[in-house]
């Protein structure tokens, strides 16, 4: 049913790491084997085609498909050659997927594209089948934020007296990541903004309540991109509790705690109803037709 245009180069300089890239093509394969859908990869079978990545590459193999059957995304960088000449030209294809409605309002705001050249698609999350083994209180999660930021929430750790490990983003392998995250107790999240975030998900699939630093605007740009954005762009009361604020870090911690300590959170719960595997291929499904 469907053409996956991908190129493994794209993500060949993690050195042996899981990339955000490779991760959405290898679960997007597993939803389409899940659900029973046919198709190919880099190659020209079926009418309808996802370029994964937009790419030199991309650009000169579009001459073999039909661009009313072309989807591009989610990893497209507006700002290269290749992607804004695509976003600039939306004849081109039939939709950019975006992997969450913050990516895609960026589209709408920035480059004026319309409801329908858009749509939202976040690659599913594999729910494990684990047992919690709860070992530690608080797993730092520390990715693209200030050196300052990180020592105010490691004093508040300190303070409180909990134990904690950092985990840095592009320092981990799979296997740790993941053994390291189901021995938590909660998760501090102190990240920068996610497109769709894909490694605070599986943090959430293995049962682990989040407590979030939040970020309410993209700037990675510059101030002539600005928009509305989020550390966490899928969330629910379930999931935990964020703040945006580092005068709100103490208060927002004392609710968080409370409703931990009583089980009141569910975030594989959340994971499994809207990111997982079969939730994401019938997400594709609905605009791929």
């Given amino acids: 049913m469907i053409n996956l245009w991908y190129e493994e180069s794209y993500w060949a300089h993690t050195g042996g790491k899981l990339s955000g890239p490779e991760m959405v093509v290898k679960n997007l394969i597993k939803s389409l084997d899940l659900m029973g ?3 190919a990869t880099n190659e020209n079978v079926y009418q309808k085609n996802l370029f994964l990545q937009w790419t030199n590459k991309a650009t000169i193999e579009h001459s073999h498909v039909n661009w009313d059957d ?3 995304g989610p990893q497209l960088w507006p700002f290269d050659s290749f992607g804004s000449r695509l976003v600039q030209d939306p004849s081109q294809f039939n939709k950019i997927i975006c992997p969450s409605d913050w990516v895609k309002n960026f589209f709408k705001k920035k480059f004026w594209l319309t409801d329908d050249n858009l749509a939202v698609w976040p690659v599913g999350i594999e729910i494990p089948n684990n047992v919690r083994n709860v070992q530690y209180d608080c797993l730092l999660y520390y990715k693209r934020r200030s050196p300052e930021e990180l020592e ?5 750790l300190k303070k409180k007296k909990l134990t904690y490990k950092i985990l840095q983003y592009g320092n981990y392998s799979e296997s740790e990541f993941l053994s390291l995250a189901n021995q938590c107790n909660f998760c501090f999240m102190l990240n920068g903004t996610e497109s769709q975030g894909i ?5 959430m699939s293995l049962g682990v309540p989040l407590f979030v630093w939040d970020i309410e605007e993209w700037h990675d740009m510059g101030d002539r991109w600005v928009v509305p954005a989020s550390s966490v762009p899928y969330w629910d009361k379930k999931c935990g509790e964020k703040f945006y604020k580092k005068t709100m870090l103490s208060r927002t911690f004392t609710k968080f705690n409370k409703k931990l300590k009583e089980g009141e959170y569910d975030p594989k719960s959340y994971v499994e109803e809207n990111l ?8 594709l499904l609905d605009f791929i037709k």
């Fill in 199 to 203: 490694a605070v998900q599986q943090i």
């Fill in 152 to 156: 105010v929430v490691e004093n508040f």
């Fill in 276 to 283: 997982s595997l079969k939730r994401s291929a019938e997400i």
């Fill in 37 to 39: 859908i046919a198709y």
């Fill in 70 to 72: 072309v989807y591009v």
